[in-house]
């Protein structure tokens, strides 16, 4: 009867070590510190596509695995982790691409650490390698998941929920650091008219007309969100609350400006726009009511308006820019009524 090895025989065995590493679902590969390769284990070859004996003795400078990170630079003669990690005996690890045996690019978690002689010299390195492609996966899938969960798939712009999020964030914020923001209600004017008239595929171009629109009026760092149906809600950091009024005259302008064609033919809607600052007292559904009733009194002055809120006490307003209540149109404060 063959007797069964002690585990203290086991462990003196350096074959042992090897089927250990081997057995690991990783690539491991053992360098020495002129970069050889001298060992390079099963996960290895299942990732990479190489057997050992392709490998071994070759440097991986010679562009065997072709490192490459996620804007297509290749590491292996400049920016190699293992490089280096055998310059300086710094642990590293790095999300890259490593380059098959049958050509095609595989998404890699790499990990390097330096081996030490006796004298703690660095003598080599090991990297360990991991196939990426269901971390990657599993990434994008999740971004998928929260477009889904915080875009309107119609617009592009943010949906409801995150235009909600987005108003208690800034909220939060102004109570605490005193940033201050404002807030835009945009209605498209008679959109009713034009799902009757041109059915609902046109009104659905003209909701995604008006939203580029006005993202594109706004700035970078604005907020543009579609609250429902064919209302729209902007919310815009605002230091200096004089900026309001032409902020919000510039979306009404050019939302008015813009023409989409339908069997040809020209088609333009226009927008009623109600502003204003929001309080720190405010909650969102209180600030989106009072720039909600703003805007209805654009919308009883004739439409394609402007009403902003009065001005806050301490906040100059430039004149003519329709505070105080009162609305700008096509032709400025006060003028002849839209559509």
């Not at 293992?82 to 380059?99: C, H, I, K, N, P």
């Not at 405010?282 to 308006?305: C, F």
Request: hydrophobic share 40%; net charge neutral; charged share 25%.
């Amino acid at each position: 009867m063959t007797k069964r090895p002690e585990p203290t025989d086991l462990l003196s065995d350096p074959q042992f070590f090897r089927t250990v590493v081997d057995a690991l679902p990783d690539g491991v590969y053992v360098t020495d510190h002129r970069r050889r390769i001298v060992y390079w284990n099963q996960g290895a070859e299942r990732i990479a596509g190489y057997p050992a004996a392709e490998v071994l003795g070759s440097r991986c400078s010679d562009d065997l695995l072709v490192h490459v990170d996620d804007q297509g630079n290749r590491l292996c003669r400049t920016g190699c982790p293992l490089s280096a990690t055998l310059a300086d005996g710094e642990v590293r690890q790095a999300d890259l691409y490593l380059q098959h045996r049958d050509g095609h690019r595989v998404p890699v978690r790499v990990r390097v650490a330096p081996l030490r002689d006796r004298e703690g010299r660095v003598a080599g390195a090991v990297e360990t390698f991991a196939d990426n492609s269901a971390r990657l996966a599993s990434l994008q899938r999740l971004q998928e998941l929260q477009q889904l969960a915080y875009l309107d798939p119609l617009t592009g712009v943010g949906n409801r929920r995150f235009a909600e999020l987005t108003l208690q964030a800034r909220l939060d914020e102004l109570r605490r650091y005193g940033w201050t923001f404002a807030v835009l209600f945009i209605d498209i004017d008679r959109f009713k008219q034009v799902n009757d008239t041109h059915g609902h595929e046109v009104g659905d171009r003209v909701l995604a007309l008006v939203a580029r629109t006005i993202g594109a009026s706004l700035r970078s760092f604005d907020f543009l969100g579609r609250w429902g149906g064919e209302e729209f809600v902007a919310v815009v950091p605002m230091q200096v609350e004089s900026l309001l009024a032409p902020l919000a005259a510039r979306c009404r302008a050019l939302v008015e400006r813009s023409v989409l064609r339908v069997d040809g033919r020209p088609l333009s809607v226009t927008v009623s726009i109600g502003a204003t600052m929001a309080d720190p007292a405010d909650t969102p559904a209180t600030v989106v009511a009072r720039a909600d009733e703003l805007m209805y009194r654009s919308k009883q002055a004739g439409r394609n308006r402007v009403t902003l809120a009065p001005p806050r006490a301490g906040a100059s307003a430039p004149p003519g820019d329709g505070r105080a209540g009162a609305t700008g149109g096509p032709s400025g404060p006060g003028g002849p009524a839209g559509p």
